[in-house]
């Protein structure tokens, strides 16, 4: 459906105008939003993160690719909810706390969305206890915390012990990420995962739900 393809293709310039336009069009046409979400904007998404990982864009263009999705989610967010269309898997994600870093953590976010994923994105300086009470209620498969500053690297310690402690570490999986982190220091916490990058998030998601 070339309709789709174009969705796809607005989206992938940042065109956010056209994108809502083309949605519209999409939903009166009786395209399923089913079709309109994966076959159009996570399709325009998807493309968009490959370049980014692959260095032919830069994170402005990923941005206004951020934009034009929001745009098309806001026409289909009712249709979602009503229809019941699944999401593929919720993820909790925020920057620890005594941490206000939180730009690599939001483009996390954006790539998550942009995949399909639906976000609880806590914001920074996020106490422990926040990041399993998020999990909890919104049944999240996956906890993803980040952290810039060394200092508050042992916070992320602090959240693997609380899931623990609760009988919750093997159904929430933890990911971590950040310049001071790596992935031997998400072994000796025993967090599930290391992502060093916002596309390698995605991949890391997708491949631990798979688990």
Same mark, same amino acid.
Do not use: W
């Given at each position: ?138 049944? %999240?498969?996956? /906890? &993803?915390?980040? *952290? ?10 602090? #959240?693997?012990? $609380? !899931? ?21 220091? %998400?072994?000796? /916490? &025993?967090?599930? *995962? ?10 890391? #998601?997708?491949? $631990? !739900?798979?688990?």
């Amino acid at each position: 459906m070339d309709i789709l393809k174009n969705i796809s293709e607005c989206l992938q310039n940042g065109e956010d105008e056209k994108v809502t336009a083309l949605t519209k069009k999409a939903v009166v046409e009786n395209i399923s939003v089913k079709e309109i979400l994966f076959n159009g904007l996570i399709d325009g998404m998807n493309i968009v993160g490959e370049k980014y990982k692959n260095h032919e864009i830069f994170l402005p263009y990923v941005l206004l690719s951020a934009k034009a999705m929001y745009a098309g989610m806001n026409v289909l967010k009712p249709m979602l909810i009503n229809e019941g269309v699944p999401t593929i898997g919720k993820v909790v994600i925020g920057t620890v706390y005594g941490d206000l870093h939180d730009i690599g953590k939001n483009l996390v976010g954006i790539m998550l969305k942009g995949a399909g994923y639906e976000v609880i994105d806590l914001g920074n300086n996020v106490q422990p206890e926040k990041f399993i009470e998020a999990a909890k209620k919104e049944n %999240a498969s996956i /906890i &993803g915390l980040s *952290a810039l500053l060394t200092t508050t690297m042992p916070v992320m310690k602090k #959240v693997i012990e $609380l !899931l623990k402690e609760e009988g919750l570490k093997n159904r929430i999986k933890v990911i971590i990420g950040g310049a001071p982190v790596s992935g031997e220091y %998400a072994q000796e /916490i &025993g967090a599930d *995962a290391y992502s060093y990058d916002s596309c390698n998030a995605v991949e890391t #998601v997708k491949r $631990l !739900l798979k688990q």
